[in-house]
C-alpha cells in the first residue's frame, strides 16, 4: 500500500498564480482533510471531506478550495496565490471520521509564495 | 470550540535520561480521543501514543508513557531513557469520539515541542 501521496514535494509559486496541490490515498479511506503547518502555530484545519460529494471548511479556508469527487482523490487549489500561503502542507486520512479509527499522514509539501 | 495548549516551545533532555512534556486540553466533552505526535526533521507525522478518555489507565508505548489526568484536562507525555533518534517536534491533539456533525470529529492540534537530546 502506498498510503497517502502528496504531489508535489516542493514547489515554489509567484503571487498571484494558482495551483493544484494533490491528495491520493488507496486505503478506502472515508474521511480526508488538509492541514497547513506553520513555524509556532502547530498544524491548522483547511478543509475535510466525510466521503465522495462532501466537503466542509475547517478553522482556515480563506484562499483554499477543494472537491472530492471520488473517495481516493482530495486535490487542494490555491486560487490566487498570497505570501501568507507560504507553509507546510499536509493531507491526512481515516477509514472513518468518527470513532476508533486512527489518521494516516502524507508526507507534507512545501509551498513557498513569491 | 476545544482548543489544545503545549506551554513548553523547547525541551531539552541527556541522552539515557527521562523528560516530560506537557499538554493541556479544553473540552466540554466527555468522551475523546488525544494523542501524541512525533515529527522529526524528515516531516513526517508519526503517531506515538494514542488514549481514549473513557480509559482510566495510562496508555504506554515502550518507552513512552502518558500522565491522563482527566479532571485536570491535562496529557503529559513522558519519553523514558531517551535516545538521540526521539529529537523531534512533538504535537498534542485531540479528537472528539462521537459523530456530532460540523467539524468536531476533525484533530485539533497544539503548537508543539521541538525536543533536542544531547549526547
Known amino acids: 500500500n502506498a498510503g497517502v501521496t502528496q504531489t508535489p514535494k516542493f514547489q515554489v509559486l509567484k503571487t498571484g498564480q494558482s495551483m493544484t496541490l494533490q491528495c491520493a490515498q488507496d486505503?478506502?479511506?472515508?474521511?480526508m482533510s488538509w492541514y497547513r503547518q506553520d513555524p509556532g502555530m502547530g498544524l491548522r484545519l483547511i478543509h475535510y471531506?466525510?466521503?465522495?460529494?462532501?466537503?466542509d471548511q475547517g478553522e482556515v479556508p480563506n484562499g483554499y478550495n477543494v472537491s472530492r469527487s471520488t473517495t481516493e482523490d482530495f486535490p487542494l487549489r490555491l486560487l490566487s496565490a498570497a505570501p501568507s500561503q507560504t507553509s507546510v502542507y499536509f493531507c491526512?486520512?481515516?477509514?472513518?471520521?468518527?470513532?476508533?479509527?486512527?489518521?494516516?499522514f502524507g508526507s507534507g509539501t512545501r509551498l513557498t509564495v513569491v | 470550540a476545544q482548543t489544545v495548549t503545549q506551554s513548553q516551545p523547547e525541551m531539552s533532555v541527556q541522552e539515557a535520561e527521562t523528560v516530560t512534556l506537557s499538554c493541556t486540553y479544553d473540552?466540554?466533552?466527555?468522551?475523546?480521543?488525544l494523542f501524541w505526535y512525533k515529527q522529526p526533521p524528515s516531516r513526517q507525522m508519526i503517531l506515538v501514543i494514542r488514549?481514549?478518555?473513557?480509559?482510566?489507565q495510562n496508555a504506554t508505548e515502550n518507552r513512552f508513557s502518558v500522565n491522563f489526568q482527566k479532571a485536570a484536562k491535562s496529557f503529559s507525555l513522558k519519553i523514558s531513557d531517551s535516545q538521540l533518534g526521539d529529537a523531534a517536534m512533538y504535537f498534542c491533539?485531540?479528537?472528539?469520539?462521537?459523530?456530532?456533525?460540523?467539524?468536531?470529529?476533525?484533530?485539533?492540534f497544539g503548537k508543539g515541542t521541538k525536543l533536542s537530546v544531547k549526547p
Open positions: 491526512a486520512s481515516s477509514y472513518s471520521w468518527s470513532g476508533d479509527y486512527g489518521y494516516t
Open positions: 491533539a485531540y479528537r472528539s469520539r462521537r459523530n456530532y456533525g460540523g467539524s468536531q470529529g476533525n484533530l485539533i
Open positions: 488514549q481514549e478518555a473513557y480509559k482510566q
Open positions: 486505503m478506502n479511506h472515508e474521511y
Open positions: 473540552t466540554s466533552e466527555s468522551d475523546y480521543y
Open positions: 471531506s466525510v466521503g465522495a460529494g462532501i466537503t
